[in-house]
């Protein structure tokens, strides 16, 4: 069982920064790859970055790849995904997730899930 926890979500003009932070319980956080996703009012819920176990490999839609970055800190537990740039294209609720088989942009291979962030970018 893997607890996820997210913060840093809030509202942000356009142009602006934000920085989501997700904090893992109940497994060896090193051993478990991680996603960001997010949902619109009336859209399904897509894809936004991944990172390896090690960090080493990364991910990114398109939509988000020169803005978006993720990162993790093994020792922390936890995961990062900093917004650049940001529009209002880029409001939903943020999800973190933990993928047991390893990197990947497909959110049915995700097992475990945060509760979500709201990220808000006014015009």
């Known amino acids: 069982q893997v607890q996820l926890v997210e913060s840093g979500g809030g509202l942000v003009q356009a142009g602006g920064s934000l920085r989501l932070s997700c904090a893992a319980s109940g497994r060896t956080f090193s051993s478990l790859a991680m996603g960001w996703f997010r949902q619109a009012p009336g859209k399904e819920r897509e894809f936004v970055a991944a990172?390896?176990?090690?960090?080493?490999?990364?991910l990114y839609a398109d939509s988000v790849k020169g803005r978006f970055t993720i990162s993790r800190d093994n020792a922390q537990k936890a995961v990062y995904l900093q917004m650049n740039s940001l529009n209002v294209e880029d409001t939903a609720v943020y999800y973190c997730a933990v993928d047991l088989s390893g990197i990947s942009t497909r959110s049915y291979e995700y097992d475990y899930w945060g509760q979500g962030a709201q990220v808000t970018v006014s015009s």
């Open positions: 990172i390896s176990r090690s960090g080493g490999s990364t």
